[in-house]
T-cell receptor, first 112, second 115 residues
């Protein structure tokens, strides 16, 4: 079955530390992959999007995501966390011919 | 400025009320979507409209009735809702529903509370 899994419903990092949010999908065919961020009381904003043009894609606010076919992963990273990065992050996957499926979300908190 | 606006931002209604949620996109897109976001659950796709035609209804109860009068506007009419319908309702738009080009842009959502 096609699915998307985000490992860790909550991640806490210190300001200035590396941010790593994990996303794995299950599919035999590489899908289209997205990361969205949702700040409190706001809608979703698109971060990186993978469409097979490049395996490492850059998004807004210093985030980037790397597609690894061998690991069926699309993890989101940022070298140095900022307090303003505190939000909920959703990985979403669109499989061939299918609808957009969202992971359950990872809440990122940043400690001063 | 996301280009997708939703009104109202917050709504409290009783189970016997009738209300409507409005979504408007200023991006020139042809596809629009309604999602439901409940606490601790993944986003659930409710309806999809492409060029004003409904192309997807994911077994949504009939107490939710969508309307898409044109490619820029999408409504969600609500009647006789249940407390479990309380959630954040998100509208999104995309150029079209072609998977190779689809990137969805979201509005800020309407926080609905059913008493």
């Amino acid at each position: 079955a096609q699915s998307v899994t985000q490992l860790g419903s909550h991640v806490s990092v210190s300001e200035g530390a590396l941010v790593l949010l994990r996303c794995n999908y299950s599919s035999s065919v590489p899908p289209y992959l997205f990361w969205y961020v949702q700040y409190p009381n706001q809608g979703l904003q698109l971060l990186p999007k993978y469409t097979s043009a490049a395996t490492l894609v850059k998004g807004i606010n210093g985030f980037e995501a790397e597609f690894k076919k061998s690991e069926t992963s699309f993890h989101l990273t940022k070298p140095s966390a900022h307090m303003s990065d505190a939000a909920e992050y959703f990985c979403a996957v669109r499989f061939q011919g299918g609808k957009l499926i969202f992971g359950q979300g990872t809440e990122l908190s940043v400690k001063p | 400025e996301t280009g997708v606006t939703q009104t109202p931002r917050h709504l409290v209604m009783g189970m016997t009320n009738k209300k409507s949620l409005k979504c408007e996109q200023h991006l020139g897109h042809n596809a629009m979507y309604w999602y439901k976001q409940s606490a601790k659950k993944p986003l659930e796709l409710m309806f999809v409209y492409n060029f004003k035609e409904q192309t997807e209804n994911n077994s949504v109860p009939s107490r939710f009735s969508p309307e898409c009068p044109n490619s820029s506007h999408l409504f969600l009419h609500l009647h006789t809702l249940q407390p479990e319908d309380s959630a954040l309702y998100l509208c999104a738009s995309s150029p079209e529903t072609n998977p190779s080009t689809d990137t969805q842009y979201f509005g800020p959502g309407t926080r609905l509370t059913v008493l």
